[in-house]
């Protein structure tokens, strides 16, 4: 029987106020994967990366079911999320199962 723990949080006001981000970067190894969250600007000569975040491929996975299911619930309440052209790498959240297996 697995059992219901709470976990207790410290945000700190330099972190509450968060990070921009409209870029972010994946790279993985065999234990670890990268994701680099940067901005890109007009005028800017480069995007700025402003916070890198490392976790195992486990975390990972749970990341991605998280967002998966965050976007099926904001999408239920708003409508689909467009994304205009044509994006390098994406999927149809609608073809995704939080479990892992396709439908």
């Given at each position: 029987?697995?059992?219901?723990?709470?976990?207790?949080?410290?945000?700190?006001?330099?972190?509450?106020?968060?990070?921009?981000?409209?870029?972010?970067?994946?790279?993985?190894?065999?234990?670890?994967?990268?994701?680099d969250?940067?901005?890109?600007l007009?005028?800017?000569p480069?995007?700025?990366?402003?916070?890198?975040?490392?976790?195992?491929?486990?975390?990972?996975?749970?990341?991605?079911?998280?967002?998966?299911?965050?976007?099926?619930?904001?999408?239920?309440?708003?409508?689909?999320?467009?994304?205009?052209?044509?994006?390098?790498?994406?999927?149809?959240?609608?073809?995704?199962?939080?479990?892992?297996?396709?439908?």
């Amino acid at each position: 029987m697995e059992e219901n723990k709470q976990i207790q949080l410290d945000l700190k006001p330099e972190v509450a106020k968060g990070n921009y981000s409209n870029l972010a970067i994946i790279s993985h190894s065999h234990s670890e994967f990268i994701i680099d969250f940067a901005t890109m600007l007009p005028g800017l000569p480069k995007p700025e990366i402003g916070s890198r975040i490392l976790m195992t491929p486990e975390h990972a996975k749970r990341l991605l079911n998280a967002l998966a299911d965050n976007i099926g619930k904001y999408e239920s309440q708003f409508g689909p999320i467009e994304l205009p052209g044509s994006p390098k790498a994406t999927f149809n959240l609608s073809d995704f199962n939080p479990n892992g297996a396709k439908s």
